[in-house]
């Protein structure tokens, strides 16, 4: 089973809108770390938001925001005021503290494309 | 902001050369990542490294082979190149803290491109 979902291959947005990105994840792990990655068309993959399983609280990170659900074991990216340089791949990871390795698995990603 | 750096960017080579792939980081990080992406496609994890002298292979079965030597260097070598081989190899490193952060930093990446 995919360990990490991403449903929408690609999206659309106005710039100034808000976006959400879809992400839902399996594991049994009760301890475990989420992840959202930007990759531009350079392709370099950016850190942008990190999420706890224990945190309380759902992360944010400027315009980036982590709508966590834990119990629907979804983790889905908001970005609020988009820009057109926010138009680039999304992926969503997810390491399981019982993967010694500390191995990322990342869904397949999202593109966004922000319309003037 | 990372300081990880890969070389070359771009490597278009004929089938049967050997190649090397660069990474370096200079955050100090204990443990260091190749990941292999096909265009549009996941990362996967093909090796890593907790530190000097340690390599693993990851969940992506390859036939590149790499070395820890020294923490801020962690190359990739590819012995014959195939065009099957064709792909982006992406390196990372993040800080052996035992956290459950231990957020992975990227560097740019190397295209590569096998005739």
């Known amino acids: 089973a995919q360990k990490i979902t991403q449903t929408q291959p690609g999206m659309f947005v106005q710039e100034k809108e808000a976006v959400t990105l879809d992400c839902t994840y399996d594991?049994?792990?009760?301890?475990?770390?989420l992840f959202w990655y930007k990759q531009p068309s350079s392709g370099e993959m950016i850190f942008l938001i990190y999420?706890?399983?224990?945190?309380?609280q759902n992360a944010t990170e400027g315009r980036y925001s982590l709508n966590f659900q834990k119990a629907r074991k979804s983790a889905n990216l908001v970005i609020s005021a988009s820009q057109l340089g926010d138009s680039a791949m999304y992926f969503c990871?997810?390491?399981?503290?019982?993967?010694?390795?500390?191995?990322?698995?990342f869904g397949t990603g999202t593109r966004l494309t922000v319309i003037p | 902001e990372a300081d990880i750096y890969q070389t070359p960017r771009y490597l278009v080579i004929g089938t049967g050369k050997k190649i090397t792939l660069e990474c370096s980081q200079t955050?100090?990080?204990?443990?260091m990542y190749w990941y292999q992406q096909d265009p549009g496609m996941e990362l996967h994890l093909i090796h890593y490294?907790?530190?000097?002298?340690?390599?693993e292979k990851g969940d992506l079965s390859s036939e590149s082979t790499v070395s820890r030597i020294r923490t801020e260097h962690f190359p990739l070598t590819l012995e014959s190149a195939r065009p099957s081989h064709t792909s982006q190899y992406l390196c990372?490193?993040?800080?052996?803290?035992?956290?459950?952060?231990?957020?992975?930093?990227f560097g740019p990446g190397t295209r590569l491109t096998v005739l």
């Open positions: 490294s907790y530190g000097v002298n340690s390599t």
């Open positions: 999420q706890g399983s224990y945190d309380q």
């Open positions: 990372a490193s993040s800080e052996r803290t035992g956290t459950r952060t231990d957020t992975q930093y």
């Open positions: 955050m100090g990080h204990d443990k």
């Open positions: 990871a997810m390491r399981e503290a019982q993967t010694g390795a500390n191995n990322l698995f």
């Open positions: 594991t049994s792990d009760p301890s475990y770390g």
